[in-house]
């Protein structure tokens, strides 16, 4: 059976809405959905709620909600799948109806963070000991995924900035939008300030001390050898062979092996995401020292 998307409704998106309570906010929602079609309750054969608890801190929310979602008396199915919840209930409405199971289908995801704790729910959900010291809420959060998607893709702040201007006026084509900013520019978002403390800004491939030394001793010059790195920074063939590898396999340096005589000579040398990658280490290292600079002591 065919499935579509017949109607829809929104709250107007703010950073708090504390005229209503979260119940009376998801029903403005659905009303808002059903009058665009002049559609009522009786039309609706069942209900998808989609919802993260542990932000909003009211377990089975679904429940609580009964009345004002419209499921009383209707097939109540509630999804939580984290950040994709809103994706995951259009993807469940949709084979609800496509399976003929039922006619028509009202899915309605909600959150509201000002009556919640998001950032308890969001501290505990990194792996204990791998992510979970660097999770002090949503930004820092995602500040690490953005790091590694960096390093991994080689996407610049430039591209990063595109996209987010692209949004920013998509943005504008919706009524309800929270941030209307058509004429923001890729300048602008460049100059703007980031939003994560500088320790989420710290790269962990560059940040590890004879790692960041060797890219230091890479800036500046087109290429270091293998023996001047080694004696310079104190290491023993092995080690210093190991943390080469490591910047070799991230694309923060490059790697060549010259045949002189009998031997061969190593040369190293930083790439250009290399050396952005230390630039953008220095910068937020630098915003630390300045936030302890001129603080007392005592």
């Known amino acids: 059976m065919r499935a579509a998307i017949v109607a829809t409704g929104q709250t107007d998106h703010v950073s708090r809405r504390l005229d209503v309570s979260m119940a009376e906010m998801a029903r403005e929602a659905v009303d808002r959905c059903l009058e665009s079609r002049n559609l009522s309750f009786d039309d609706i054969d069942a209900v998808v709620a989609g919802n993260m608890e542990m932000f909003e801190g009211i377990y089975l929310v679904d429940q609580f909600f009964v009345d004002a979602l419209g499921a009383v008396g209707k097939p109540l199915f509630k999804l939580n799948t984290g950040g994709t919840v809103g994706a995951s209930v259009a993807i ?34 990194g792996d204990p000991i791998w992510e979970r ?58 100059e703007g300030d980031y939003l994560a403390h500088p320790i989420h800004r710290l790269d962990s491939t560059v940040h590890q001390r004879v790692r960041l030394g060797i890219l230091a ?40 092996r010259v045949p002189e005589g009998r031997r061969q000579r190593t040369w190293i040398r930083a790439t250009a995401r290399g050396r952005q990658a230390l630039r953008q280490e220095i910068a937020a290292l630098r915003e630390l020292i300045d936030g302890i600079d001129g603080l007392d002591d005592g």
């Open 217 to 256: 001793a890479c800036i500046g010059v087109a290429k270091v050898d293998f023996s001047y790195l080694k004696t310079t920074l104190g290491l023993t063939d092995g080690n210093l062979g190991q943390h080469l590898e490591t910047l070799e396999s991230a694309g923060l340096i490059a790697v060549e």
């Open 92 to 125: 469940a409405c949709y084979h609800l109806v496509a399976s003929g199971r039922y006619r028509r289908v009202l899915g309605v995801g909600f959150e509201k963070q000002s009556d919640g704790s998001t950032q308890s729910a969001i501290t505990t959900v």
């Open 133 to 190: 010291a660097i999770m002090a809420g949503a930004i820092g959060n995602f500040a690490a995924m953005a790091s590694t998607y960096i390093h991994e893709s080689g996407v610049t702040e430039e591209q990063a900035a595109k996209v987010a201007v692209k949004a920013r006026r998509n943005a504008c084509r919706n009524p309800h939008a929270h941030l209307k900013l058509p004429d923001i520019t890729v300048e602008q978002v460049l």
